[in-house]
């Protein structure tokens, strides 16, 4: 047996940070647990997190990694390999010669909330310290920069104040923005623990949509606010009024702690329970109850996230949701406060390195000539300049302008993630030099790349992050880097070395760090006297003590729980600032062009764009394709069923989506998740206009303040998408196959109406299995306008192995109407027993949803796998044949049929019969994300008749 | 048979109240009719049938599995010669008709035989067509006609190894699986680049090649002959292809077609289509066109410019011919929908219609290369006009239906490959009309095994 090695690190996905133990036995990870020393999870894992280690095996490393520099002749051609030295000397070269000939103004740097501290550091540094302009953002500035505002507007300091603790110690929770069910499922399990131990907990969840954590809030007899999309300040100005009214305003508070307090109750006079209910859609009654609850039964911690922040109107949101704490006092106490959920695993990080256009180290101010003192002091530069670089929308927009030249591009995917698709590709074209460096090779960004810089990830990399509740967490590496694969702040700073040798010789030595740490106790230092003050912590401190909390100064032991438990906020007097701020709604209204409000979302089981989540086949158990979600009535209105295709047209551009009926989504809105951008769905219009995935739609509006844009709604409108040439190919693959291959299929996209492109299966379990035995599928689905064009069909026949010779099929290529082409390739299990490994059905596509099952379930064929290639096999089977039940529970795959059959046998009260179903079935024991789905189905599948939960306690026992 | 010795004698004498029918030909097509004609047998009509061979009626496709060794000669016997006489019909055996009188209207035979007639039936069927190839007069070279083939090619497997098989049509197929069973090793030669393109389409026929071949029987397909090569003795040893192959052989079996047999119908003036390759020319009555007390039935029949070489189109016509004997007068033979389906060792394939499609014609094919399965429908204008199958020919029954419906099948499409008898079905609710019930005779018509001679 191979030794095993255990490495504590921290998790890549969100803003929750939970403490990883990294497994690795011989040179490869085999298994991840949660750290149950670490005080964000205290042991758990969410599904996303307790699969990380099956992200790191050897052969997605190799199928879907960067594992060398390359580089591209010219756009649009295969990169070539190219050696380190020549991709960084190039890159030295044509950035200075651009910063030469244009000034600092020429060059945009775009990096990461997932990069490291140290990461983020250096490039700051660089841009800042040796470029000489702001021009470097983040991907923070699409998730928290309203948080980061509306903090500094109100508290005055980017600091959220509240801890994890916080959860358990609330009476009331306002969870106002923020799906966290699935958005930030560990913290949801310890808020569900809360209400466990103390039953009167209410929740108040205020979100358009009947989210997985609306509908938990209302089985546990909370309220679910189901405002109008961008009534949020409505609504929290309505509250306010009843908070007054209602006499729950701490008068001695706001008086000794605040300020502003006069001019927001005069606007907030005006938000009467009526008016306030005209604006939001919300019933009278249940803003009062929401009120009472905020200001009576105390404390009242708010949980919010992109809900308030992605909104042209995110750092008022902001605000407006910190004023009823401060009105009420609801601040600096065990259980309140005003809590932002940060949405990346390090955009706190990379806030106090100052790594944004508009910040500087530390959490200082760019305007402030003093603080820039401090900043050139500290890099030993005569100075740091003034001006507000461009921010991520601003970057793109300006280079797509062609004002800006070059772009730098760390460790995220702006082709996926910035709204607004169209002026981001313009941009990416029309720069003259774009550098994406990266982890993975698959992301929609790197195929605009003149230069692609292989950079570790996580697994792999070394330094520090700061999870929502200010706590810094170490990251550590279970392996060495992958392939040729460096550090982002080694690639950085090695860059910014033999850029300074063209431009600034002086500087070549602000960038000489022989490690992470090394770059980190420069940071510490910069951080001397701030607020976020961590000069009294070290590596070696995290190490023996484990994750800490800042501020942690110099001489303490131990970082700090809550801020302004005294009252006293960072601003220059102490004071927090009421803010009064107007209501504006949205940025794109409906109107009779664009009658629908388009909301986008998350998933439970991805995370962003994907690359790493979208490598597992088992986390699209869940959520299987990309759809778009439609309330039912909106689906008979268009004349749709379900499952057909709509087209969604923003001013922006457009989408072609199958819809999924929804009754949590209002008739007058549309549900798109976040996560599907040109990696899993594309086509083109009829006249060549590429699809761009849900981000083609949004809006690039953006806060004036924040900056951030208003990625959560835009208008749209719907029709149905008139496609009628469709195919469904679907296969089981050699894992090792599996994700090399989708990536050649994905090629295909523009050559059709519309594609989509996922993996579906379940990987096993790393530890045990070996690699090369595993099984994954791939699942493409694509409309046309008219019958394809028979080389393209022929290359994705070849691809997907339906090409071979002992393929079944069925073709009747002149059939009225459309055209068909069916094929399957069976194969045969231990017992002889015939099993379909891949099947397409093209331009007629009827029962291609219960093939779909068919193959999913990998199951003996019920008939000769022949009588499959019927069009209506499905009705000539009749009932025995049906579509398979959905997912559950993703760590141990159970689905709802068995789940709902399994609670007939469980009875006693809903605890009981939980536990006995969970006992049963193993669901919902492992990661936990599916509780409340579990939860939700206990309520609604009632016990067999005739069940005693006498005999179900028993059960419990056993 | 007590009037037995009379007929050689003395010919009836004409007579007001008696109607004389003559059959020539006792095979399958001239028995049918026969058969058909006795329950209708109209009083005052006598019946003489002349039988060429020596033996009673017996069931030509059965010579195959005879050949094969899975059935013996008495089982293929149809009626023995006790059974016309039963009926009151004279049988003459080994009796060739070598002229007919029309004028006296009278018979007459190479053993000086004769017997007049009011009515004449032609049912003399077709001889296998052998081509003229250098060699074809050597010992050990033969058709596969007739039991006296069939014996011939049994004693010739007990002495001899080697047999070419000229012609990859249904017969040459079935002698050459008879031939391999009896322990022969069988080279097919086909002029055609696949097997039994009469009724099979490229992938059919290769699917029947892969099978043969699995079997053991060996293939040259594309492949004219030049001549067969004989040794000393002059039997012949060897076959030579065109292209300079030599295939050695002891036994040559030349199956390459049939030709209808209308050299007497030629002599009695009777209009033959194609100078008599293409039989003798008939109405929807079966009635010769040149006079109408003969008529003709059966592979010597020319309907509407098609000679059948099946069993189901003669006894399809036998049942219009024997109504019109009788003096009915209402039964119309309009041509006939043909079907191939046969097993060869256990081979199933069916083809019907117009199988090979072509211009305005609509192909739907099913693959299935691992259990052997292939399906092509052709369809015209919204119809099914025609279906080859190759290993699961079950539904072959009602395409065949189908395609003599001839009704749309725009909506049934998509079901048409998997569901005909559903698709028949519908059709029928839709256009109102009563379900096709399927005929007696269909169900004889589509499970022909075996020597069916091909249509000339």
């Known amino acids: ?653 457009q989408l072609v989506l199958p819809a999924r009926a929804q009754e949590g989504v209002a008739p007058d809105q549309a549900f798109i998740a976040m996560h599907w951008g040109q990696e899993v769905l594309g086509g083109a219009t009829e006249n060549g206009q590429a699809l761009l995935g849900v981000n083609g739609l949004t809006t690039p509006a953006f806060c004036d303040r924040s900056k951030q844009p208003e990625l959560k709604h835009c208008a749209v409108r719907l029709e149905p998408a008139a496609l009628p040439w469709r195919l469904t190919a679907m296969a089981w693959l050699p894992a090792t196959r599996a994700l090399a291959l989708r990536e050649r299929l994905k090629r295909a996209m523009p050559d059709f109406g519309w594609m989509s492109l996922v993996p579906f299966g379940r990987e096993p379990d790393a530890a045990a299995t070996d690699p090369d035995a595993a099984r994954v599928g791939l699942l493409l689905r694509a409309g046309a306008h008219r019958p394809v064009g028979e080389a393209l069909l022929a290359t994705l026949r070849q691809a997907l192995a339906l090409d071979q010779p002992d393929v079944l099929a069925y073709r009747d290529p002149q059939r009225p109407g459309q055209p068909a082409e069916r094929l399957l390739r069976l194969g045969r299990d231990a017992g002889g027993h015939e099993h379909l490994q891949a099947f397409w059905v093209a331009g007629d596509a009827s029962g291609e949803a219960w093939l779909r099952a068919l193959l999913q379930a990998d199951e003996a064929l019920p008939l000769p796998g022949r009588s499959l290639l019927a069009p209506q096999a499905q009705r000539l089977l009749g009932q025995g044949a049906t579509v398979r039940s959905p997912q559950v529970c993703t760590c141990f795959d159970v689905r709802e049929d068995r789940i709902t059959a399994q609670l007939a046998q469980c009875a006693g009260d809903p605890a009981q019969r939980l536990a006995q179903l969970q006992t049963a079935l193993r669901c919902g024991t492992n990661c936990g994300s599916c509780l409340p789905t579990l939860r939700g189905l206990v309520q609604r599948v009632p016990a067999a008749v005739g069940l005693t939960p006498a005999k179900s306690s028993t059960a419990t026992r056993s | 048979m007590a009037f037995a010795g009379l007929h050689r004698t003395r010919i009836p004498p004409p007579t007001m109240t008696t109607t004389r029918l003559v059959i020539i030909g006792n095979g399958m097509a001239g028995l049918r009719t026969l058969e058909e004609l006795l329950p209708l047998r109209p009083p005052g009509l006598s019946v003489t049938v002349f039988g060429a061979e020596d033996r009673p009626a017996y069931n030509r496709i059965q010579l195959s599995p005879v050949l094969a060794g899975e059935m013996d000669l008495d089982e293929v016997a149809l009626r023995p010669a006790s059974w016309y006489a039963e009926q009151g019909v004279t049988l003459h055996l080994d009796q060739t008709v070598v002229e007919v009188d029309r004028q006296h209207r009278e018979v007459r035979c190479a053993s000086g035989l004769r017997a007049g007639y009011d009515r004449l039936v032609l049912a003399t069927g077709s001889l296998p067509f052998m081509p003229p190839l250098p060699g074809r007069e050597l010992a050990g070279v033969m058709a596969y006609r007739d039991v006296a083939d069939t014996q011939a090619m049994i004693a010739a497997a007990q002495a001899y190894r080697q047999a070419v098989v000229i012609g990859g049509g249904l017969l040459g197929l079935e002698a050459a699986c008879g031939l391999a069973r009896r322990g022969m090793a069988v080279t097919v030669v086909h002029l055609a680049p696949w097997l039994m393109e009469r009724q099979l389409d490229r992938p059919a026929g290769a699917l029947l090649a892969a099978a043969l071949g699995r079997r053991g029987l060996h293939f040259a397909l594309g492949a004219p002959t030049e001549a067969l090569l004989g040794d000393a003795a002059g039997r012949v040893r060897a076959v030579r292809l065109k292209d300079g192959r030599e295939l050695p052989a002891s036994l040559v079996v030349v199956a390459a077609g049939i030709r209808p047999r209308t050299e007497l119908a030629q002599a009695m003036g009777l209009q033959c289509d194609h100078g008599g390759r293409g039989g003798v020319r008939v109405t929807d009555t079966l009635q010769s066109v040149t006079d109408p007390r003969v008529y003709a039935v059966g592979e010597c029949a020319s309907h509407r410019g098609t000679a059948y070489g099946l069993v189901a189109p003669a006894y399809e016509q036998a049942r219009v011919c024997a109504n019109h004997l009788a003096g009915l007068g209402v039964a119309r033979y309009p041509g006939s929908q043909t079907s191939t389906q046969l097993k060869v060792s256990g081979i199933a394939l069916f083809s019907a219609g117009d199988f090979m499609g072509g211009e305005g014609c609509e192909e739907i094919v099913l693959d299935d290369p691992a259990a052997g399965v292939y399906r092509k429908l052709v369809l015209r204008e919204g119809r099914l006009v025609g279906a080859c199958l190759y290993g699961d020919t079950q539904d072959g029954p009602d395409l065949l239906r189908l395609i003599r419906a001839g009704t749309p099948v725009t909506t049934g499409r998509d079901a048409l490959m998997f569901d005909p008898a559903g698709v028949l079905a519908a059709g029928t609710e839709a256009s109102g009309a009563p379900p096709p019930t399927r005929p007696a005779r269909l169900a004889a018509g589509t499970a022909l095994d075996a020597h069916q001679a091909l249509p000339a």
């Open chain 1, 1 to 653: 047996m191979t030794q095993t090695t255990t490495t504590r690190s921290t998790c890549p996905y969100c803003g929750v940070g939970c403490g990883v133990l990294i497994q690795t036995q011989a040179g490869r990870i085999t298994g991840v647990q949660g750290d149950p020393d670490h005080p964000a999870n205290l042991g758990r894992l969410c599904s996303k997190g307790s699969t990380l280690h099956l992200t790191a095996a050897e052969h997605v490393t190799r199928q879907t990694r960067l594992l060398q520099p390359l580089r591209r002749p010219q756009r649009g051609a295969e990169p070539v390999a190219v050696g380190w030295d020549a991709a960084l000397d190039e890159a030295a070269q044509r950035l200075a010669a651009l910063h030469q000939a244009h000034g600092p103004d020429a060059i945009g740097v775009y990096v990461s909330g997932q990069l490291l501290t140290e990461d983020y550091y250096v490039f700051n540094k660089l841009v800042k310290g040796l470029l000489g302009s702001n021009h470097i953002d983040t991907n923070s500035r699409l998730c928290m920069s309203s948080a980061v505002a509306g903090y500094k507007a109100t508290l005055g300091a980017d600091a959220p104040p509240c801890s994890y603790t916080d959860l358990a110690l609330a009476q009331t929770v306002f969870i106002t923005g923020s799906n966290m069910a699935w958005a930030h499922p560990i913290l949801f399990r310890r808020l569900e623990d809360a209400r466990r131990a103390n039953p009167a907990q209410k929740w108040i969840v205020a979100d358009p949509r009947r989210t997985e954590t609306a509908a938990a809030a209302v089985e546990a007899g909370g309220l679910h606010l189901a405002l109008r999309p961008g009534s949020d300040i409505a609504l929290y100005h309505g509250l306010l009024h009843l908070l007054l009214w209602e006499g729950f305003a701490n008068a001695a508070f706001i008086a000794e702690h605040t300020r502003g307090f006069d001019a927001l109750k005069d606007r907030v006079r005006d938000f009467t329970p009526r008016r306030t209910a005209e604006l939001t859609g919300l019933r009278e009654e249940d803003l009062l109850t929401a009120a009472r609850w905020f200001g009576g039964a105390t404390p009242t911690l708010s949980l919010y996230c992109q809900g308030l922040n992605q909104s042209r109107e995110g750092t008022a949101k902001n605000a407006a949701l910190i004023n009823l704490h401060l009105a009420t006092g609801q601040i600096g106490l065990p259980g309140a406060g005003p809590f932002s959920l940060t949405g990346q695993p390090n955009a706190m990080g990379g806030r106090e390195v100052g790594g944004l256009a508009n910040l500087l180290s530390a959490h200082r101010d760019l305007a402030n000539p003093e603080h820039r003192a401090e900043v050139a002091r500290l890099w030993g530069v005569p100075e740091v300049p003034a001006r507000p670089g461009l921010t991520a929308v601003e970057m793109f927009q300006a280079a797509a302008d062609g004002q800006l030249k070059a772009l730098w591009i760390a460790c995220t995917n702006p082709a996926q993630s910035l709204p607004d698709q169209a002026t981001v590709r313009r941009a990416l074209e029309r720069a003259e030099f774009v550098i994406v460096q990266e982890a993975f090779a698959t992301t929609a960004t790197a195929a605009y790349a003149d230069l692609l810089l292989p950079a570790t990830t996580w697994g792999e990399k070394d330094g520090t992050v700061t999870n929502s509740e200010r706590r810094i967490s170490r990251v550590r590496p279970a392996l060495p880097a992958a392939g040729q694969a460096r550090h982002d702040w080694a690639i950085a700073a090695d860059l910014a070395r033999r850029l300074a040798r063209h431009i600034a010789p002086e500087r070549v030595a602000m960038f000489d760090y022989p490690t992470p740490e090394a770059v980190w106790r420069e940071h510490r230092e910069s951080t001397r006297g701030r607020d976020l003050d961590i000069t009294g912590l070290s590596y070696a401190m995290l190490e023996q003590n484990g994750p800490q909390q800042w501020p942690l100064r110099e001489g303490q032991h131990q970082g700090t729980e809550r801020l302004y438990e005294d009252g006293h906020f960072a601003t220059p007097d102490g004071r927090a600032r009421f803010a009064d701020v107007p209501f504006l709604g949205l940025a794109e209204p409906v109107d009779a062009d664009y009658p629908v409000s388009l909301l986008t979302g998350r998933l439970r089981d991805q995370w962003h764009g994907m690359s790493r989540t979208g490598t597992l086949a088992r986390l699209f158990g869940h959520e299987g394709e990309p759809v778009v979600d439609l309330h039912p009535q909106t689906l008979s209105r268009l004349g749709l069923e379900e499952g057909a295709l709509v087209r969604v047209v923003s001013r922006r551009g």
